[in-house]
């Protein structure tokens, strides 16, 4: 493994409990973010995305595995890094009766920060008009923004974001994305854990997925979306049955749908044009139909959106389904770089 | 040193403390008032009326003793004379008494601080107690529960100093206000009783006694804070605290209390924890065992037995130790999620 700003290497965690019996919630996980990223750590609910990032923060003990973050071991170093780790985890909670400018007071003197830094960082949330109203009057995502500001007072170089976007409006979101990629743009690493997907292609260059505990994905977005791409079309023409015939024929995999045809494995689209043009029938649409990070993490976690199909938490599913429940592992993926 | 001041911010800035912290006032208002308002200065004549008759009662006891000691000596008892003597005169030797009648015993509708001292002292110590038990319950118990362990950890990933941090902030500002309000309230009854009451015959004595009763409750105020801190962190929830002192109470000191005399278990008390309590606070506190003198038993038989602050303070600070022990060893090893 290379040198990266946060290295996981072959991290394991069980939770045993006298209710729910033992729990395996990362197993064998690694990770690599290196310095300048803007990384994206997804994975469905349960997945093991919070444990892992509570394990590196020292919030969890971790059963086993390597851990480094701003090449400082992971929990024994810590301390000598933390000033410059901002982190948010899972939901933001504070204690509702303080202000938000004394929630971020009191974490600016535990950690030494200058007081005058709190207003920096409450302005650049949006927060600074309503700094002092009681936390517990705000919405879920002004609590967000100020997890996101707590984070950001220290100036770290590293920002680990849990789900920053969650219960953030429209204009929130936006804003978010501004943020992290304004603090990108300063050099600093980010690593963005979400549900949002088309949030995390838009921000981030990199991406790890992990499934069940285990990575099933990783790299460049580009290339992990790249290592999905069937070279599928979708072709809507003025005799749809007459087309299917005549794409069969010229040797395409084509799968009809009720308006529209997908054809599988097409090098060059004006493929399908000429094929069809030449036989008299007018193609009306041709769309090349890419990846993106919804269909890849959809399938790469086994995911599917299927409303007949009661899912359970990380993918799985009531009846063993080889195309939508099968664990992957994780040299079955081209996009996958260690 | 940023993380203590961090947090005595954050504790004082807690609304329960807040709240507590107005009640001690509101009670120390109300009692004040009341005892300022139910007292009088007394009169020349009242005074030396009140010297008067605790003089005569003064010396009413000498004589009763000197009769009990002339029976004891063979002597007849004078014609009509028939007040009721004990085997053993040194029970009514007045030398021996914790206390011998004083002026202020016959002063009527007169604030006497050398009398309401220590229960008042007493008050104050209970009101402490509960407000450093609760206050430290809540203190930690909130943190954990909202999340500011947490996001302080996140800053300090030190877990052993930031639990530290904050236990040594709540001893030290539990302390500060105890010694503050306890003083305070002193000061206000002992002027209470200069301006409207009776000071009453203070000497070295009273105030080595008052001072050692309060040393003891300021000790148990901090025991009683760090105990309520240290379940709360075992139970990560200020509820912990609460619940287990009232199953405590509950269990034990009722439930135990009476299975313990069905199946006639010799001196009981001894293993209750409100006896300890009671023993640290007074210095020393005589018990009965209904057992001791239970069967066939010759001869005089005395139930009665004592004990005193230092096996209080032993098993009192053991409980406490062990509890914040586990405490710590806890929260060092638990998982925080």
């Known amino acids: 493994m290379t040198s990266g700003v946060i290295e996981i290497e072959g991290l394991r965690k069980t939770f045993h409990s006298l209710r729910r019996g033992r729990r395996v919630a990362v197993d064998g996980f690694d990770l690599l973010v290196e310095a300048g990223q803007v990384h994206g750590f997804l994975g469905p609910n349960g997945s093991g995305k919070t444990t892992t990032l509570r394990a590196l923060l020292g919030l969890v003990r971790a059963d086993d595995g390597r851990m480094r973050v701003l090449g400082a071991s992971a929990p024994e170093q810590l301390p000598q890094v933390a000033g410059r780790v901002g982190a948010i985890v899972e939901s933001p909670q504070f204690y509702g009766n303080f202000t938000a400018y004394r929630t971020l007071r009191l974490l600016a003197l535990a950690g030494g920060v200058p007081v005058g830094r709190v207003d920096e960082v409450l302005a650049q949330v949006g927060l600074a008009d309503r700094s002092h109203e009681r936390v517990k009057g705000y919405s879920l995502g002004m609590k967000q923004r100020l997890a996101v500001a707590s984070a950001l007072l220290k100036r770290p170089e590293l920002l680990i974001l849990d789900e920053p976007a969650n219960g953030l409006d429209p204009a929130g979101i936006r804003e978010m994305r501004d943020l992290v990629r304004g603090l990108a743009a300063d050099g600093v690493t980010v690593l963005v854990s979400s549900h949002i997907l088309a949030e995390i292609q838009l921000i981030c260059d990199h991406v790890t997925i992990i499934s069940r505990g285990r990575r099933v994905a990783a790299g460049p977005v580009t290339e992990v979306l790249a290592g999905f791409d069937r070279h599928e079309c979708l072709v809507r023409a003025d005799d749809l049955t007459r087309a299917e015939e005549l794409l069969t024929a010229a040797g395409m995999a084509v799968t009809g749908h009720v308006d529209h045809l997908v054809v599988g494995e097409v090098a060059d689209p004006a493929t399908v044009s000429r094929t069809l043009g030449e036989q008299g029938v007018w193609v009306r649409e041709l769309t090349p139909m890419r990846p993106d990070l919804e269909s890849v993490f959809l399938e790469l976690t086994g995911t599917p959106a299927s409303p007949a199909v009661p899912r359970q938490v990380d993918g799985s599913t009531p009846h063993h389904d080889p195309a939508v429940g099968r664990q992957i592992d994780l040299d079955d993926f081209r996009g996958v770089t260690s | ?66 009769r009990c000691l002339a029976r004891d000596r063979g002597e007849p008892r004078p014609t009509g004379e028939y007040t009721y003597l004990p085997p053993d005169c040194s029970d009514i030797d007045p030398g021996r008494r914790d206390q011998s009648p004083v002026a202020a015993d016959y002063l009527s ?87 409207a009451g009776y000071p009453g015959p203070t000497n070295a004595a009273f105030w080595a006694e008052l001072g050692a009763i309060w040393g003891r409750g300021l000790t148990l105020v901090l025991l009683t804070a760090a105990a309520g801190f240290s379940i709360a962190t075992v139970g990560r929830h200020t509820s ?63 139930g009665s037995y004592t004990l005193t602050w230092q096996p209080a303070m032993a098993v009192l600070l053991l409980l406490t130790a062990g509890l914040t022990a586990a405490a710590f060893t806890l929260f060092r090893r638990r998982d925080l999620i």
């Open chain 2, 109 to 195: 509708g007169v604030f006497t601080f050398t009398n309401q001292a220590r229960p008042l002292l007493y008050f104050l110590i209970a009101y402490l107690v509960l407000f450093g038990f609760l206050v430290g319950a809540s203190y930690i118990g909130a943190d954990l529960n909202s999340g500011g362990v947490v996001n302080l950890l996140l800053w300090r990933p030190r877990r052993l100093t930031v639990l530290g941090a904050k236990l040594g902030t709540l001893l030290g500002a539990v302390l500060v206000l105890s010694v503050l309000a306890s003083l305070a309230y002193l000061v206000t009854f002992w002027v209470i009783a200069q301006v």
């Open chain 2, 1 to 66: 040193m940023n993380l203590i001041r961090a947090e005595v911010e954050r504790l004082a800035a807690r609304r329960f403390v807040q709240l507590m912290v107005v009640l001690l006032v509101f009670a120390f208002g109300v009692t004040a008032a009341t005892t300022l308002a139910g007292s009088h200065q007394p009169s020349a004549v009242e005074l030396a009326e009140a010297q008067r008759q605790a003089a005569a009662d003064r010396r009413g006891m000498e004589l009763q003793h000197e």
């Open chain 2, 240 to 302: 912990a605290a609460l619940g287990a002192l009232a199953a405590y109470v509950v269990v034990w000191e009722l439930g135990g209390r009476i299975v313990l005399q069905i199946v006639e278990v010799a001196r009981p008390d001894q293993l209750m924890l409100s006896s300890y309590v009671s023993v640290w606070l007074a210095g020393e506190v005589g018990f009965w065992d209904n057992n001791a003198c239970a069967g066939p038993v010759t001869g005089y038989c005395d």
